[in-house]
């Protein structure tokens, strides 16, 4: 079954998006290169995770 996807459905990516820069950037680490790149996985990981709770959230109901 086709699900019409709203912007509400996805209210929560740009915070989770924050808090896994937030996060994975607070790690310390010797370069530049690779504290921007842990900031990149850290955005990437919480759209992920906020993805995945948008979506499971509904069957849990």
Do not use: W
Request: proline residues 5%; aromatic residues 4%.
């Amino acid at each position: 079954m086709a699900h019409a996807y709203t912007i509400s459905d996805f209210v929560l990516i740009i915070p989770m998006a924050i808090a896994g820069v937030l996060c994975m950037g607070s790690c310390p680490c010797s370069t530049q290169l690779k504290h921007n790149v842990l900031r990149l996985v850290g955005a990437m990981l919480g759209v992920v995770f906020a993805v995945l709770l948008v979506e499971g959230l509904p069957a849990l109901i």
